[in-house]
């Protein structure tokens, strides 16, 4: 199965005045303290590390390693690194003027990088001479978007670093025609790279691409760095699965599917606050949404009040509610209907209308959140999958009534939920949840009122 992660901002919880909740362990209370700021940036006993796209390469100590020595942040703000992607000659310029600290520069010396957010970079090692240009012999131009080779690479650290000059020659079978051939057998003797056919290891191919993973390797030789192997993230697993049920070929089940379509393969980062919002935007007729019944006021309401556009989402966020319910993580904000839906499970639902009501929690854990959803004519299910020490919770509203199932029991460290709701509908519920694990036990209560039809 396969999960993306290319593209959640960060958002501070808003508290909902609306609920009340009871947090009976300073555990708990000191995690939410520190999620306010955000994702935290990982310690080197941390399982993982600083990046959720490198556990378990080897390249992942070397990418810890350029890291914590400030020379490179990642690809993105996403704890991703990309370390399957080519590196470019202005993020090789990056490293290299942050590996060495190199001073700014008052000189221009290309005239195609002005547009490079690494202009200075690319300035700072023209200036120690690491780089002469790209287009011979005229040499005023960088090329910052092109991918660096292996060959070139060679050419960069043996300038940046004042490798020594080889002493036994020809390291290489393959590179005999590279203009950076000695380069290369330097590199070589400084047991800065192997080669690149092993076992054999008599090839360096010259002209294949350099990636950020293997660019992070040479980094750490060259410097030279000790890599950094943070220990291994627990491995992910199906924690919480929950589906919810309606009719078919609504306007609303249109717009389920949609909102549902942009949140699968979603991924939340470890301790990172998630706002659905903020991941799926205003429910636009221009993104497919249409216009659907919506509860106003407590009535049913159709179809010529701008929240009609994307009516019917409230069963997308209940589902995807009951998904971080049942899953232990930390609820930041939600809120249940003005009026009881037998379709939701009474009290563990939440509606959703841009931009004020909305489903947000926090992914109170080390191992990211991968959302997975999908749909059939006349239901809509809500996956995560992360790490809970192997328990798995999977639950569904069918005909005004909600299972439970544990499906998997889980370890020692898994986190364990018992819920109640009690009160009459219509009227006033209280709603208790109950999470026990490895950090002890915290009860959260909600309440809620429900409006009657005379309301």
Not at 88 to 111: G, I, K, Q, S, W
Not at 202 to 213: A, E, I, S, Y
Not at 440 to 446: A, L
Request: with cysteine; charged share 20%.
């Amino acid at each position: 199965m396969e999960f993306t992660a290319d593209r959640l901002r960060i958002r501070h919880p808003v508290p909902d005045s609306r609920f009340v909740r009871t947090v009976f362990t300073l555990i708990l209370a000191a995690i939410t303290l520190v999620t306010l700021a955000g994702p935290v940036r990982a310690d080197v006993d941390d399982p993982g590390g600083n990046f959720i796209d490198d556990d378990g390469a080897y390249y992942e100590g070397s990418v810890e390693a350029i890291f914590e020595a400030g020379i490179t942040v990642g690809c993105s703000q996403r704890q991703q690194f990309c370390p399957d992607r080519e590196i470019t000659r202005e993020e090789m310029a990056a490293l290299l003027a942050r590996a060495l600290h190199l001073p700014a520069v008052e000189d221009d010396y290309f005239d195609d990088d002005n547009n490079s957010i690494f202009e200075g970079a690319i300035n700072r090692i023209a200036a120690f001479g690491i780089t002469v240009g790209c287009n011979p012999p005229t040499n005023d131009h960088f090329c910052p978007k092109r991918t660096v080779s292996r060959g070139e690479m060679a050419t960069f650290l043996i300038r940046a670093f004042d490798i020594a000059e080889a002493t036994v020659f020809d390291w290489f079978t393959d590179d005999d025609d590279s203009i950076h051939e000695n380069n290369i057998d330097r590199l070589a003797e400084a047991s800065i790279t192997v080669g690149c056919n092993p076992p054999a290891n008599d090839h360096f191919c010259p002209q294949d691409k350099v990636t950020r993973g293997q660019m992070a390797v040479f980094l750490t030789r060259a410097i030279p760095l000790q890599a950094i192997k943070p220990p291994p993230r627990p491995p992910t697993h199906l924690v919480s699965r929950f589906t919810t049920y309606h009719s078919c070929c609504q306007p609303r089940v249109s717009n389920i599917q949609r909102m549902a379509r942009e949140l699968d393969g979603w991924v939340v980062l470890p301790w990172e606050t998630f706002e659905l919002w903020e991941v799926i935007g205003r429910p636009t007729k221009s993104k497919g949404y249409v216009a659907a019944p919506i509860l106003l006021n407590g009535e049913g309401y159709c179809c010529d009040h701008p929240l009609n556009i994307g009516g019917g989402t409230s069963q997308f966020g209940t589902t995807l509610y009951n998904a971080v319910y049942w899953g232990a993580y930390d609820e930041i904000k939600h809120k249940p209907h003005s009026k009881y839906i037998s379709r939701y499970p009474k009290g563990v639902e939440a509606t959703l209308a841009y931009p004020n009501l909305t489903v947000s929690f926090i992914n109170d854990s080390w191992n990211p959140i991968y959302i997975k959803t999908r749909y059939t004519s006349t239901s809509i299910t809500v996956e995560f999958w992360a790490n809970n020490d192997g328990r798995t919770v999977v639950g569904w509203h069918s005909g005004g009534r909600t299972t439970i199932r544990v499906t998997k029991s889980g370890g020692d460290n898994a986190r364990r939920i018992t819920s109640s709701v009690t009160g009459p509908v219509p009227g006033r519920v209280t709603i208790k949840r109950t999470i026990s694990g490895p950090d002890g036990t915290s009860t959260e209560t909600w309440f809620h009122t429900y409006l009657g039809d005379n309301h």
